[in-house]
């Protein structure tokens, strides 16, 4: 092709030039490559242009974070939110969240209600509709409307309305209620007028979460609504929130009322006094407050309490939205609370005891509730899980500093209980820093039983692992089998303590266990410390069969209940070692299960051969070598690990208290509903 268009060498005439020109344009056209059979299949025919709610349908998770229990019930979150912020905008004094039989869930507010009239843009589309079919339309990105809301996504009812296979609109103004349909985000007909009605003002939503998006068994739980519709409650005094639930999704739970009204004056104070009620507190006040409201320049809530027998946590939110992960307000509220407790030392000559004192040490064992008002808050992702904007971090520290400084001056006596307590939790770190430079085998020398703990060399945290295994004689075979470097073995002698239907005193008093957390040295409860956790994997290796998975679930719950961190954390495995050996003359494979076994059988052998199937008795029985082979070798071994779903956790607590707690009524009811399958299982046999 260059060469075809290299500039001539003789001088020729325009004509000739001009005359010259055509064929050699032809010659680059036939030179040029042809189209690839890609490029040819590519074309503007493929690129798609998603209208109106289809991207929410497409990918729901860009807009709601997924499509499991979280997200579904992210729905209502957006839905009782816009009835929050007409709450805080001083138009509505209550909201009624109800959940039907059928799955349809209404959540009902006597505010200004969704403007119905023509929208300006869109003439031929009510506001209402525009509002429920459009992403980014609504009354929050104008101030003028609301002074703070939760969030300016402005993608909310529209997603709700997108994902619900139906959704209805209710909406009263100027005395003449107004009703709309829609199926999976597309309007089912136009804007009904139903006439003049009395005594009623505001929008109900009534709506069904699509089965097509969410999976045919995804429903409401009421626990998960009942407790997220109580929170907004306590999140602004100024509203009654009313409760009702058809009695037949209630059946078997116990601590959800069919109808119940929740209104708290005390706001965010009455949480927290709920929320720490059965711990001892370092001091008996909480310290609580409030700043602004939801004024032009923000305002904030708070109450803070510090306890000494328990875990600390700090819930915090935004506009009343919660933001599980935090954010700039909470870094504001950190940064206030040891400013203040620090100064509060200088002002009573302690200051230099307070010089280490960091806000790790101040948030341990510490009870935070906090609440934040914004005019535009910036989250990060559309679930609003965590705060960005700058200003806030500004607006609570400026909000609590000097009341907790008061706050501090008048009462000496407990700011001296305070001071005291997060100056030893100081003094504990510190130690635990300079301890942590100690070999490790100065942590074995001080176990009790050196003899049952086969350590291993490695002295590193990282790559080194903790088999717990069932006896001495298991525990002989996994001493033989394992990577001396890397694998240390505890045996444990049977089954150990069942700690959910236990008191304190019987695990206090429980040799396994303390020898158990002194091996593995990180501690437990509230003085759980993973920079002391001596190993990074521990693996709970037992028989496969049904002793050895009672064993392994008695451990489960002992590391649950004391150590969830560890769980958290990714520390937590269980070995998977083989059930059966199928042999068949130089031939050995090994089969978990009976399912696998049967598999095995057919995939591994041909179908006449004899083969010789053994079924291991315990982990004991197994050659050294086989079991390397099999549980231990990283290489070659297969194993689970243990964790706790994130949006889930209360269906955890709730399933470990009703299994392994003390009421043997649960247990016989799950066995009694179960029972099936375990007569399915024993046929099997």
Not at 401 to 408: A, V
Not at 602 to 618: H, I, L, P
Request: hydrophobic residues 40%; charged residues 30%.
């Amino acid at each position: 092709m260059s060469k075809s268009l290299k500039p001539a060498t003789k001088t020729k005439s325009a004509s000739d030039l001009f005359g010259a020109a055509e064929p050699k344009a032809r010659t680059a056209a036939k030179a040029a490559p042809k189209p690839s059979n890609a490029e040819a299949a590519y074309t503007a025919a493929d690129i798609e242009v998603l209208e109106g709610l289809e991207p929410v349908r497409r990918r729901p998770g860009m807009y709601i974070g997924g499509t499991d229990e979280k997200a579904l019930h992210h729905l209502f979150a957006e839905v009782i939110d816009n009835s929050m912020d007409e709450a805080l905008a001083g138009h509505a004094s209550f909201i009624e969240v109800e959940l039907d039989a059928d799955g349809f869930l209404t959540v009902s507010d006597n505010g200004r209600g969704i403007p119905i009239d023509p929208h300006p843009k869109f003439p031929k589309k009510s506001a209402l509709e525009v509002i429920m079919c459009t992403l980014h339309s609504g009354g929050k990105f104008d101030s003028k409307v609301y002074e703070t809301s939760g969030g300016l996504h402005g993608v909310g009812v529209s997603v709700v309305n997108a994902l619900s296979s139906r959704l209805e609109v209710e909406v009263a103004r100027s005395q003449k209620l107004y009703r709309m349909s829609f199926e999976r985000g597309h309007p089912k007909g136009k804007l009904e007028d139903l006439g003049k009605v009395n005594n009623r003002r505001g929008t109900r939503i009534r709506f069904k979460p699509d089965t097509d998006i969410f999976g045919a068994k995804a429903t409401f739980k009421p626990q998960r609504l009942f407790k997220m519709a109580r929170s907004k409650a306590y999140l602004f005094g100024g509203v009654e929130i009313r409760w009702h639930c058809a009695p037949e999704l209630l059946k078997g739970i116990e601590d959800v009322p069919a109808e119940d009204t929740f209104h708290f004056a005390g706001g965010l104070k009455d949480y927290l006094a709920a929320a720490v009620h059965a711990d001892t507190l370092v001091h008996p006040d909480i310290f609580s407050g409030k700043s602004g409201r939801n004024g032009a320049h923000g305002g904030c809530e708070w109450a803070v309490a510090w306890t000494a027998d328990a875990d600390g946590f700090l819930s915090s939110y935004c506009n009343t939205v919660p933001t599980p992960d935090g954010g700039t307000h909470e870094s504001g509220m950190r940064s206030a609370l040891l400013r203040g407790l620090k100064d509060h030392a200088e002002r009573v000559g302690q200051g230099k005891r307070a010089a280490s004192v960091t806000s790790e040490d101040v948030m341990v064992g510490a009870g935070v509730m906090l609440s934040v008002f914004v005019r535009e808050p910036e989250f990060q992702g559309q679930t609003k899980d965590r705060l960005a904007t700058a200003e806030a971090q500004r607006i609570v520290e400026q909000a609590i500093k000097d009341p907790f400084d008061h706050w501090l001056s008048g009462n000496p006596v407990q700011a001296s209980r305070l001071l005291d307590f997060v100056v030893e939790r100081a003094d504990e770190r510190l130690r635990r820093r300079a301890e942590k430079e100690t070999s490790r085998k100065t942590a074995v020398k001080k176990l009790r039983l050196p003899g049952k703990l086969a350590d291993c060399t490695n002295t590193a945290t990282e790559g080194s692992e903790l088999f717990i295994v069932e006896g001495d004689s298991a525990g002989g075979s996994a001493k033989q089998a394992r990577d001396r470097k890397t694998q240390a073995v505890l045996p444990l002698r049977g089954k150990i303590l069942n700690v959910a239907s236990a008191g304190k005193d019987k695990l206090t008093a429980n040799a396994q266990l303390s020898d158990l957390m002194q091996a593995i040295g990180c501690g437990i409860g509230p003085h759980y410390r993973e920079e002391d956790l001596r190993y990074s994997r521990i693996i709970i290796m037992t028989d496969a069969d049904v002793d050895g998975a009672h064993i392994a679930s008695l451990l489960i719950t002992f590391f649950y209940r004391q150590t969830p961190r560890l769980i958290d954390e990714g520390h937590l495995y269980l070995a998977v070692p083989p059930l059966y050996r199928l042999t068949h003359g130089s031939k050995t494979v090994y089969a978990r299960d009976d399912s696998h076994k049967d598999a095995l059988l057919k995939s591994e052998f041909n179908a006449n051969a004899k083969v010789d199937v053994g079924r291991f008795k315990g982990l004991g029985e197994m050659m050294p070598a086989q079991l390397k082979e099999t549980t231990m070798d990283p290489a070659k071994r297969a194993m689970l690990r243990v964790v706790l779903l994130a949006d889930d956790r209360e269906g955890t607590a709730d399933s470990v208290e009703r299994l392994m707690g003390t009421k043997a009524e649960a247990r016989f009811a799950f066995i009694s509903d179960k029972a099936e399958f375990a007569r399915d299982d024993l046929l099997d046999v």
